[in-house]
């Protein structure tokens, strides 16, 4: 029978299991996992497991604290994650050029010493592909070139005046080009057009690899489910190139910013600090940008993850200046008359909405008038002394964790970090184990097969959980900003026995691919 219209992207796709896994935590010699060989060998190894679907974070170019949720630019790649390997076989690089990687550590990212490393590196594998004439890396890149152009110069510009003023936020730029003064603009794009032109060069190489591992992925029947914040940096070059769609002044002063409001994990709220939209603008101009974000996601990925989904019904606006998330408001998001836009200009939207949080009867109402899945995160439900598993909904994605969370191992443990009280741990652990009927020792796998026996479509576990780590292997801390996005898989850690026995897991809950 064919699937019904109304159905959402993952429900057409079928009871699936999937791994979040980032790109840089793929194993590899060259200080960080990378979208060509790492990638490839990852996504057999997906195949070997019948896990379906790889969720990663988002891809753009990470600033200070090398966050992927404040990139520079909400459409280019981050460059970091460009394969070498590829670059060598196409007489980019030479294999004796790479020795300034040597030493560089497996288990983590040293981003302090791989940024400086790999951009040089990057530098001459542009300069090289530049200077051909002729062949088809050039055909393919004034295509890639033509393809992007809505965003390509702009972010090209922003990224070499960013580094002519010290990699300092762009409204502490000069003030010509913080006002983007024509004259200015102009002397600099002729001042710095070799330097724009290997950036721009760099993208497409990011793209050309990118596209390359998508269509690898489709011949082996994975989906690429990807991950975009709801909202953009302040210092990216979308904030500076267009900054009309955002409440900020000429200056790049916000009038208020984003956050969440205290609640039961925070007296003073969250306050993220990134500047909001101008909704009346997006709507006159048709929601025009968001459909060109769209559209070049869905180019990467075949499924999305849009991060506090609940700002398009509602967000808290909290006034630039304040020092907490305190003293904000609820203001009204453009709700559905964004996603109709969308659908109009896209078709149906292969989106998943995190819904995570204190979410109102509206936030519901929109996400289930748009057919759209949410999400359960069982580290936040199985303590709940009336958790029934029966209770999720099948249009949903489940999981044991995510990327904000412990690994189910240090989650159930408990550790020096953790907000809970000793006995609130404990109960929890009591908990856990009477609804997995599981063991201290196998509480990872137990979680994970839990998720799996969920009503919900798609069931997904962090690589941390399958690989049965501890707090050690956490990514990120909210609220924090030291020692974050640099965890990465030991090579040899998924070993054939552990592909074997996930593989069971999956095909014993009948979620393996047809």
């Not at 489709?218 to 900054?243: N, V």
């Not at 109709?340 to 939207?349: E, I």
């Not at 509480?443 to 097969?449: F, V």
Request: proline content about 5%; charged content about 25%; hydrophobic content about 35%.
């Amino acid at each position: 029978m064919e699937a019904s219209s109304k159905q959402s992207y993952i429900q057409k796709m079928g009871r699936r299991a999937g791994v979040c896994m980032h790109i840089s935590s793929l194993p590899g010699a060259h200080g960080i996992g990378d979208i060509a060989d790492s990638a490839r060998t990852f996504v057999d190894q997906l195949v070997a497991m019948d896990v379906a679907v790889w969720q990663f974070l988002p891809l753009g170019p990470t600033a200070y604290g090398d966050s992927p949720y404040q990139p520079l630019s909400a459409f280019a790649g981050n460059a970091n994650l460009i394969g070498l390997n590829p670059l060598i076989r196409a007489g980019l690089l030479r294999p004796d050029e790479l020795s300034n990687l040597e030493g560089l550590p497996r288990d983590y990212c040293d981003y302090g010493r791989l940024i400086p490393a790999k951009r040089a590196l990057l530098l001459e594998a542009a300069s090289r592909l530049s200077a051909r004439t002729g062949n088809g890396l050039a055909t393919a890149y004034d295509e890639f070139r033509h393809r992007n152009q809505h965003w390509l110069d702009d972010y090209a510009l922003f990224r070499v005046l960013k580094t002519a003023h010290g990699e300092r936020p762009w409204p502490e730029w000069r003030t010509e080009y913080v006002h983007r003064k024509p004259i200015a603009i102009q002397r600099a794009r002729d001042e710095y057009r070799k330097s724009m032109e290997v950036t721009r060069v760099t993208q497409f190489l990011f793209d050309l690899q990118w596209r390359e591992l998508r269509e690898y992925a489709a011949e082996k029947g994975i989906c690429l489910f990807g991950d975009i914040p709801i909202y953009i940096a302040l210092d990216s070059a979308d904030a500076w190139a267009s900054r009309e769609m955002l409440l900020i002044d000429d200056d790049g002063r916000p009038v208020a910013v984003s956050g969440v409001p205290p609640d039961y994990f925070s007296d003073d709220g969250q306050l993220w600090g990134n500047p909001l939209y101008d909704w009346d603008y997006h709507q006159r101009s048709g929601y025009r940008w968001w459909i060109e974000r769209m559209k070049h996601i869905g180019r990467q990925t075949d499924l999305v993850r849009i991060d506090h989904f609940r700002g398009f019904e509602s967000f808290w606006s909290v006034p630039f200046g304040e020092k907490t998330a305190k003293n904000g408001e609820w203001v009204p998001g453009p709700g559905d008359k964004l996603f109709h836009a969308m659908k109009s200009a896209l078709g149906k939207l292969p989106i998943v909405a995190e819904d995570l949080g204190v979410i109102t009867p509206e936030v519901d109402a929109l996400r289930a008038g748009q057919g759209l899945p949410g999400m359960v995160v069982l580290q936040f439900e199985v303590g709940d002394p009336d958790f029934k598993l029966s209770n999720i909904e099948e249009n949903s994605v489940c999981y044991t964790g995510t990327h904000d969370n412990d690994t189910t191992l240090g989650w159930f443990r408990g550790n020096g970090d953790d907000t809970r009280t000793e006995e609130e741990v404990e109960n929890t652990r009591s908990q856990t184990l009477a609804v997995t009927g599981g063991t201290a020792e196998t509480i990872h796998r137990d979680m994970i097969r839990l998720a799996y026996s969920s009503n919900s479509i798609l069931a997904v576990a962090p690589m941390q959980d399958y690989l049965g780590l501890g707090s050690e292997a956490r990514i990120n801390t909210p609220g924090t900003t030291r020692d974050n996005w640099r965890w990465r898989m030991r090579e040899g850690g998924l070993g054939p026995d552990l592909t074997a026995e996930i593989a069971e897991w999956v095909n014993d809950s009948s979620r393996a691919p047809v």
